[in-house]
């Protein structure tokens, strides 16, 4: 959490949403579920079924078990995230994204995974999106908050999490800032708060000059 946001209240009930499709996922997947049991998505009810379904972000296997190997797209993640998932509609993270033939490619999914959902390295480094889905099948939400299933900050706050890609950058603010290991996030992140007190974080990743300069 940056340091100047408000802590977010630990929840009190579950949240609303679709019925989950799987329910008894951790009889099997035991890992993962433990890695799930430490994030904010599991504090607040989330089950598993509720974002592994069927349709669009996964294929089903014959048994009609989700696809495991078919990472999770961007609109599952819009669905409850709405303004932060308008908000990276807008970014030039979304409008470069390399096209692939993700939902035929089995595969190269998988393979993209290990990459960190990223195609490329250093300057060269592209985000990925499905070629036949629209905007609703990137892959920019996890490239930065894939942490196994803890699906956090963990990633996007780690020291090169901005810097992998941007390395021309990586000596532009070189001193340390308590509570920050990503130094990129003090001056491209802002933290606001809804009129119903929700703590958001902008996905737009302006600078500090773009904002003063903002109507």
Known sequence: MLPWARKRPDPVASVSGPAPYETDCDSCHDEEAEEYAESLHAAKGIRCGQCHTPGLD????????PDPAHPMADGKCGGCHQPQYQQ???TTHYSGRS???LAADEDRRLELRE???LVGRGEAALFVGDEVA?????RLC??????EHRLGRNAVVAADACTGCHVKYVEHYPTAIPGFENL????????GVTIAGQVVNTHLFPSLEEEEDAP
């Open 58 to 65: 996964l294929d089903l296997e014959e048994d009609g078990h």
């Open 88 to 90: 990276t509609l807008a």
């Open 99 to 101: 096209l692939e033939p």
């Open 115 to 117: 990459q960190g959902f």
């Open 134 to 138: 629209g905007e609703l099948g990137g």
């Open 142 to 147: 996890v490239a930065c908050h894939f942490d």
């Open 184 to 191: 990129c996030i003090g001056c491209h992140v802002r933290v």
